[in-house]
Structure formats: structure tokens, C-alpha cells
């Protein structure tokens, strides 16, 4: 059994940062690639970004490219998701999740263990 806790969500004002961490259990953490979800109120949960199981390849949401950064340390069971430039819109539950299939990392389908979820609101 995985379990996967998220931690680092909070208030911010707009343009303000934040880094979320994702500590997993388990001895298979470093084969497997990770995925980051949100889901603001009154919407669907949406993919935001992934990470291979080794950090070498990225993948973003475009709305978040270019002020997102997913990272990983396998030596730490922890996957991050470094969140720059906030915006209201930003505002949403996040959760991360583990990859089944990494060729298909859009879709909630492909992930199987899920943490809990942090809370990141960004006020204007």
C-alpha cells in the first residue's frame, strides 16, 4: 500500500509563491513517475503537471508553464511542485498522485494512489 501526503498549501497574496511537497511510502517510489492535480471549487480536477520517474522529463498544464516547476528527490520518497507568480485563478485543492501509465499523464485514469490534497488559495 502507498500513501502519498501532501504538504506546503496556504494563503497567498497574488504574485506570491509557494512550493508544495509530496512525501511518499513504500521502497518503489523511484520507479514510478508523478503527477500533480487541483480542483477549484465547482470544477473538475485537472491535470497540472508531471515528472518521469528519474526527473528527466517534465510535463505542464499550459496554464501553469512558465511560472510551475515539478521536481523530485527519490532519495527523499518527495515529489515538489514549486508554484511561482500565483494568480487568483491558481486557487484550488492539489493533489499528487502516482503514475500507472506515464505515457497517458493528462488523464486522472492513469494515476493509482492519490494523496489527500493541501489547500492553496491566492487572494487578490
Known amino acids: 500500500q502507498v500513501q502519498l501526503v501532501e504538504s506546503g498549501g496556504g494563503l497567498v497574496q497574488a504574485g506570491g509563491s509557494l512550493r508544495l511537497s509530496c512525501a511518499a511510502s513504500?521502497?518503489?517510489?523511484?520507479?514510478?513517475?508523478m503527477g500533480w492535480f487541483r480542483q477549484a471549487p465547482g470544477k473538475e480536477r485537472e491535470f497540472v503537471a508531471t515528472i518521469s520517474w528519474n526527473g528527466g522529463r517534465t510535463y505542464y498544464a499550459d496554464s501553469v508553464k512558465g511560472r510551475f516547476t515539478i521536481s523530485r528527490d527519490n532519495a527523499k520518497n518527495t515529489v515538489y511542485l514549486q508554484m511561482n507568480s500565483l494568480k487568483p485563478e491558481d486557487t484550488a485543492v492539489y493533489y499528487c498522485?502516482?503514475?500507472?501509465?506515464?505515457?497517458?499523464?493528462?488523464?486522472?485514469?492513469?494515476?493509482?494512489?492519490w494523496g489527500q490534497g493541501t489547500q492553496v488559495t491566492v487572494s487578490s
Open positions: 498522485a502516482r503514475a500507472l501509465d506515464s505515457m497517458n499523464y493528462y488523464y486522472q485514469r492513469s494515476y493509482d494512489y
Open positions: 513504500g521502497r518503489t517510489f523511484g520507479s514510478y513517475a
